[in-house]
């Protein structure tokens, strides 16, 4: 069974800092992973999908990368700004679901990050 | 902008009542939704994937005579959570696929059974 583990649980750094945020998952037998953005109360917002081929995506001030033997990825923060406070989540789509449809994502359980001024 | 809406947002009910939740795809035609539920400071869970003209496929452990999918057309979807408990508070959202592989959420609907 496909597990999902983010470290740390809960991040606070002062504006501009550079900040990484790690996910480890049991199975590397994944299509992508992903990272998604949600602020309190909302939907999630995708931040970043790397394929299981690749190793690194990044957009504007994120990179995420991806080392699918070892069961691990981070997503790097670069000049942190306190609109960046929220809740950042990874997920692994893995094979069939139980159901016998496609796929599904696993998350983990996310990691809160504050942005301070 | 947003590429999937839900309705409503929040709801509150009585325990024993109905309520259903509506998602749609607004910019594309989407064969397979999914719903997930989150409860708080846990993660995403998903619940059951919606295919449009045909059944549900539930996850192991969702009881699919409680958590009714129908998805009618190929922009929407709908969630009816029968009978419902104190227990099934909980943060529902809906997510369709794109063809890049990106999953796009809805904003979510808080239930909040009474």
């Known amino acids: 069974k496909q597990e999902v583990t983010q470290i740390p649980a809960a991040l606070s750094v002062p504006e501009g800092e550079n900040l990484v945020l790690n996910c480890s998952f049991t199975?590397?037998?994944?299509?992508?992973l992903q990272w998604f953005r949600q602020d309190p109360g909302k939907g999630l917002t995708s931040l970043l999908l790397i394929q299981s081929s690749q190793r690194e995506q990044t957009s504007g001030r994120l990179n995420a990368s991806l080392d699918k033997s070892s069961g691990r990825s981070t997503l790097y923060i670069a000049a942190s700004q306190p609109g960046d406070s929220a809740t950042y989540l990874c997920?692994?789509?893995?094979?069939?679901?139980?159901?016998?449809?496609?796929?599904?994502?696993?998350f983990g359980k996310g990691t809160l990050l504050t942005v301070n001024p | 902008g947003a590429v999937v809406s839900q309705h409503p947002s929040r709801v509150i009910c009585k325990s024993g009542t109905s309520v259903k939740i509506e998602c749609r795809s607004l910019?594309?035609?989407?064969?397979?939704m999914f719903w997930y539920r989150q409860f708080p400071k846990q993660s995403l869970m998903l619940m059951a994937t919606?295919?449009?003209?045909?059944?549900?496929?539930?996850e192991q452990g969702v009881e699919k005579d409680k958590f009714l999918i129908n998805h009618a057309s190929l922009t929407l979807s709908t969630l009816t959570v029968t009978s419902a408990h104190p227990e099934d508070s909980s943060f529902y959202i809906c997510?369709?696929?794109?063809?890049?592989?990106?999953?796009?959420f809805g904003p979510g609907t808080r239930l909040t059974v009474l």
């Open positions: 997510a369709r696929d794109s063809p890049t592989d990106t999953q796009y």
């Open positions: 199975d590397s037998a994944i299509y992508n």
């Open positions: 919606s295919n449009e003209g045909s059944k549900a496929t539930y």
């Open positions: 997920a692994v789509k893995v094979g069939k679901n139980s159901g016998g449809s496609n796929y599904k994502l696993t």
């Open positions: 910019d594309f035609q989407a064969t397979t």
